[in-house]
């Protein structure tokens, strides 16, 4: 291609320029759709949560300002579903964290077996969110379920409580997810050099004593990677609750609000002030996340004498 | 290395409870798409009588098929496009100095964190003023968008590992540009464009969110949304096992690709994230 043919023969001011314009050139096209498909609708929903707007009755649209937000943060609703989507957020990832790890350093010590563990751990990750719902709903559905037999539990209704109801959107979450930290952090573990295991083993530390204090301070950067990317996505949980519960029981989350207004409701006004307000709650998750992550990384190298 | 007998037992167990963990919930599932008539309510984890039924159920209703060939249609064209873009730019990222790299890698991780439905939610205003609400163009813009930062990360971090010296030994042994380029860095690149591809796959065959806010018809429905408003065979009967059955169906894909690609998968995985 012309990537490797022209830059040739010309100066190097020129050859610089070159490169530069090939930079843009290539990654542009990508740039271009990943900004507009996401940036415009954005702005857009800025926009529109000023609006008292609603699908059905385009005529009747008048400029609100703030005025839908000031609605939504009033309203006992919005908060009672920021707590929903909060614990289930805290909830999984803190059970995906230990459990993660268990699984990582299961894989990463398995002799045997270890193709079919790659192969095995990779099955939940790769199946659809929908499905996993789906099946998780039905082992514990009174109806058609398993689970309820198995632990003796006779007709208890999982979907019939809030606690119950949220707790099995926590199972399929937790296992459709967790194979996905748990690769995270079997990478940290694999950077680890064996000599410093070995000499903590010849220092006579015991295994837990090797966990504390050579794994997890050496592994800090993957944990946090695998903890940020796991705490947003979480945060934005959808799918699993709207196949499990639809939101019933009160375990509505953020952004299902945000669905319901907008496309149930066609409240677009209202819904596009829901989704203003998520994304800025992931982006001050993300912020507050970085600073620790900094802060936390500076830390440990002053620390070190 | 010695190791006890004990403690080998122990990693053993340790290995398999992971494996049953990782397929129980599938094998219910598909347990569940072979219970027919009472079985389907027995609160048993097999059925007593196995049988094809919910399959044909599935593939007699007009709503899934068509739903399987947009999910199939939709993905393969998004993965291609996006897979192309992304080693586009993945390329320029790993190997030229222009300045707004780091901008087009900050608007990558930028999109990854942003909440689907967030986007999801004004583009459904906005498709419908644009004509394209309930088409495959709809999707498939939305699909490119979200499915770019991931390969642009994961091939941007498998470019960085390759050897490009070894282009120019190529051109000092007599190889013109393009012969180096072509016999030296396709066949190294190769490997991470094809991981890339699978991981995008995977992304598309499992979106949700803008397959149930971007449509409203079978003209675009991909199977995940088509499954949420699965009815069954007739509107009175329960659709608890045919959907099973759908939910099997497309799950085949993506335990065909695990089998084939775990090793790729576990390494593109890794790679995009911990040192992207």
Known sequence: MSTVEAPRRVRLTDRAR?????GWLLAGPAFIAMVAVTGYPILNAVWLSMFDYRLTDPGDRDFVGLGNYAMILTDGL???QFGVTSLVT???VSAELVLGFALAMVMHRALYLRTALRTAILVPYGIITVVSAYAWAYAFSNTYGFVNDLFGLGDFDWFGGTWSALATVCVAEIWKTTPFMSLLLLAGLAQIPDDYLEAAKVDGATAWQRVKRVILPNMKAAIMVALLFRTLDAFRIFDSVFIMTAGAQGTETLSFLAYRQTISRVMIGLGSAVSVILAILVVLIAVMFVKVFKTDLSQ???ERR | MKTSRMTRGLWI????????????PVLWIVSLSFKEGDDITNNDFLPTVWSWENYRTVFASDLFTTALRNSIGMSLIATTISVFLATLAAY????LDFPGKRLVLGVALAITVFPVIAIATPLFNLWRTLGLYDTWLGLIIPYLS????LAVYVLAAFFREIPWEMEQAAQVDGATSWQAFRRVIVPLATPGVFTAAILTFFAVWNDFVFGITLTSSESARPVPAALAFFQGASQFSQPTAPIAAAAVVVTIPVVILVLL???KIVAGLTNGAVKG
């Open chain 1, 18 to 22: 070159h490169e530069r314009n090939l």
């Open chain 1, 78 to 80: 919005f908060w009672q």
């Open chain 1, 90 to 92: 805290v909830i999984t």
């Open chain 1, 300 to 302: 440990q190298r002053g």
């Open chain 2, 13 to 24: 167990a340790g290995a398999i409870l992971i494996i049953a963990y990782a397929i129980i």
């Open chain 2, 92 to 95: 320029a990222i790993s190997r």
């Open chain 2, 146 to 149: 979200y499915s770019l930062p």
């Open chain 2, 261 to 263: 690609f775990q090793r």
